[in-house]
């Protein structure tokens, strides 16, 4: 192309304009390629399905201060109302929820011979028999929980469950070359207190969204009773769950010798539990539109200034014969080739960037395909927002170049 040693020379004279540009590119390109994942992996988690029956299910949380209560009978009377209010599904005491971020986990063993750095962690649900109905689970394999199977874990009195219901993940963790049905895991080293394996259910996360085997989870047979907390878990039928939340709340607030903590949907669990994850995507998307913004406004106030320091020289090429569309083309091909210095650095910046968030931060590491998407997505930026001032500078009159200053 025959503009491209004019083009050259033009950048030699006004270097520090093109430079400043061009690192602008460079940074928009390396924030945004590791912002756009970001967003990507931390929108990947909020969608993803925990297990339950979202829309339908209701957490109740409360808290027994008489220490002369029965804590077992009331857990009795408590899962007889609830059953009884019209709307539910199931009801089940149970310790932690499911994407709570807080919960209980355990190492399992497959063999006695195992070490700790060969377990497979899990997260722990401690149920009854309406855990699977509850949690809304479908069992793919085997059989339920018995109500003489059912065991008390508290303080005083940690007693050890012998079977267990496992999701599908984890069984396919523990037992990679063949059917976990049946099978005896152990939950400390050397072959001591044995599970068995009676059932396997379709999926379920943990309480960890963040953990890396977030559907390692597993059920046991047990009722929990740590410091008078009591937690129930309510599913209700499509439509029912807010009258059941007001009907369980009214039943429990009765009972002067505890007090109701928590009421809430499970969404509402959920939407708390990812509320960082979003503020992050909403940071992320507004850092995205600001850096877009500004280096689109860069290239068009330097198109501009150019434009209007080389009105003169404009002329005089329309003057010997160039067309419009020559001369924005011109101003096209000068932007091209800011715009790929900057990639250029941006490139590596992007990389540099994101080794240190995966460093410090553990984000993971950015696909490749990124950076030729970021690449693309700046260069038709950097084209648009050249293209107003190329025109303005097409529209400049040959006669131009022979007006005198």
Do not use: C
């Not at 009795?76 to 499911?98: C, F, K, N, T, W």
């Not at 047990?222 to 410091?227: D, I, P, R, T």
């Not at 080794?355 to 490749?368: H, I, K």
């Amino acid at each position: 192309m025959n503009d491209l040693g004019p083009i050259f020379r033009t950048l030699l004279r006004n270097k520090l304009g093109a430079l400043l540009i061009a690192l602008q590119i460079a940074l928009t390109l390396a924030v945004v390629t590791n912002a756009a994942f970001i967003i990507r992996e931390r929108a990947a988690d909020v969608a993803r399905p925990s297990g339950l029956d979202e829309p339908n299910t209701a957490i109740f949380i409360t808290t027994l201060f008489d220490p002369k209560a029965d804590q077992r009978q009331l857990y009795r009377d408590d899962l007889e109302a609830l059953r009884a209010v019209p709307g539910v599904v199931a009801a089940v005491p149970i310790q932690s929820i499911p994407v709570s971020d807080s919960g209980w986990g355990d190492d399992f063993y497959t063999t006695p011979e195992m070490t700790s750095d060969e377990s497979i962690n899990s997260g722990i649900f401690m149920v009854d028999e309406q855990g699977l109905a509850t949690l809304d689970l479908e069992l793919l394999s085997g059989r339920n929980f018995r109500p003489e199977e059912m065991i008390v874990r508290s303080l005083e009195k940690m007693e050890s469950p012998r079977v267990t219901i496992v999701s599908k993940a984890l069984a396919d963790a523990l037992f990679p070359d063949g059917d976990a049905l049946g099978k005896t895991v152990y939950d400390e080293p050397n072959g001591e207190k044995p599970l068995e394996i009676i059932g396997i259910y379709d999926h379920m996360q943990n309480a960890w969204p963040s953990s890396e085997n977030f559907e390692h989870s597993a059920l046991i047979p047990a009722l929990a009773m740590f410091g008078g907390q009591m937690m129930y878990l309510v599913r209700a039928e499509p439509g029912q769950r807010d009258a059941v939340m007001a009907a369980g709340e009214e039943y429990l607030a009765r009972n002067r010798s505890r007090i109701v903590e928590i009421v809430r949907s499970y969404q509402e669990q959920k939407q708390r539990t990812y509320g960082g994850d979003v503020a992050m995507i909403k940071l992320m998307s507004a850092v995205i539109s600001a850096l877009a913004a500004v280096t689109g406004l860069g290239i068009v106030g330097l198109a501009w200034f150019s434009v209007t320091q080389r009105r003169k020289q404009i002329g005089t090429r329309r003057a010997l014969g160039a067309t419009r569309f020559d001369i924005v083309r011109y101003f096209m091909v000068e932007n091209w080739l800011i715009t790929g210095i900057g990639l250029a650095i941006g490139v590596v910046g992007a990389l540099t960037l994101n080794w240190f968030l995966d460093t410090e931060y553990n984000t993971g590491r950015v696909p490749l395909w990124y950076l030729p998407l970021g690449m693309v997505a700046l260069w038709l930026l950097g084209q648009l927002a050249v293209l107003l001032p190329a025109r303005r500078a097409a529209n400049i009159p040959p006669a131009l170049a022979t007006r005198s200053v």
